[in-house]
């Protein structure tokens, strides 16, 4: 029979507490305000940054909670349209691997853009050092998907 001491309650009591603070903390809906515009973020969501998009405007990127992994490029597009959002592109990889790397597996994630001259491939990127490359698509990687906000 082990012997519980009052130290060990203790400790266990401050691991649970921390891990409440963390689910608040993620669960609660916050804002970003960026000069005269808010942005919202839903419970979970993470602010990644802005880009400029190929017409020349700002597009805020937003990654939304939730992964999937061993998922093909098409079953990934599906899911990540399921959850109301897109697989991210290349240029909003490299914003995610700069900004919230540390919200990705060390592993190659979808990118939503097919490769131009290869039609059976899509873009991917590993999360460990933000190599782009590319892969057929029925390869089974991890998968994330944003929202974007154009101003």
């Not at 519980?4 to 507490?17: D, G, N, P, W």
């Amino acid at each position: 029979m082990t012997t519980i001491t009052l130290e060990e309650i203790k400790r266990e009591h401050s691991k649970v507490a921390e891990m409440i603070a963390e689910f608040e903390r993620k669960s609660a809906c916050r804002s970003i305000e960026m000069g005269a515009q808010i942005i919202a973020l839903n419970p979970g969501e993470e602010y990644a940054g802005m880009l400029i998009n190929k017409e020349g405007g700002y597009c805020h990127i937003v990654l939304l909670p939730g992964e999937r992994e061993s998922i093909n490029w098409k079953d990934a597009k599906a899911w990540a349209e399921s959850i109301g959002g897109s697989l991210p592109n290349r240029r909003e990889q490299s914003l995610l691997f700069a900004n919230l790397k540390d919200q990705f597996k060390n592993d190659w994630y979808w990118s939503g853009e097919e490769h131009t001259s290869a039609s059976d491939s899509a873009w991917r990127q590993y999360f460990f050092n933000g190599y782009q490359g590319y892969s057929t698509k029925n390869y089974k990687l991890r998968a994330r998907a944003v929202r974007r906000l154009v101003i």
